[in-house]
């Protein structure tokens, strides 16, 4: 017995035609078109957010700023950084 039936493979051939119809007007639009509509699909993919994860998060941004604020934290300068960061890609 075949795994689809003929009406089902139908289906399944018509969806696929119309998703690469779908994918090449898709890519005949303009960049700003097409990022929007590539944003919106990645969104589809992920899923429900965590309810928690703005609170979490703010806590967290709450937590360093006060950290920074009383001396505890461990600060770099940029400039520093990014040149510790060219030095490490560039040696590769």
């Known amino acids: 017995m ?3 039936q003929d009406s089902s493979l139908d289906t399944v051939l018509r969806m696929a035609r119309k998703k690469d119809l779908l994918l090449d007007e898709a890519l005949c639009l303009p960049e700003e ?5 590539a944003v919106k699909l ?3 993919l992920d899923g ?10 703010a806590q967290e941004i ?8 009383a001396g505890e934290a461990v600060t770099s300068d940029w400039e520093e950084v990014r040149s510790r960061i ?5 040696r590769r």
Request: glycine residues 0%; hydrophobic residues 40%; proline residues 6%.
């Open 2 to 4: 075949p795994l689809l």
């Open 33 to 37: 078109d097409r990022a929007e509509i």
């Open 42 to 44: 990645i969104e589809s």
């Open 48 to 57: 429900n957010p965590d309810d928690d994860v703005d609170a979490t998060w």
């Open 62 to 69: 709450e937590r360093r700023c006060a950290a920074v604020d």
């Open 86 to 90: 060219e030095r490490e890609i560039f």
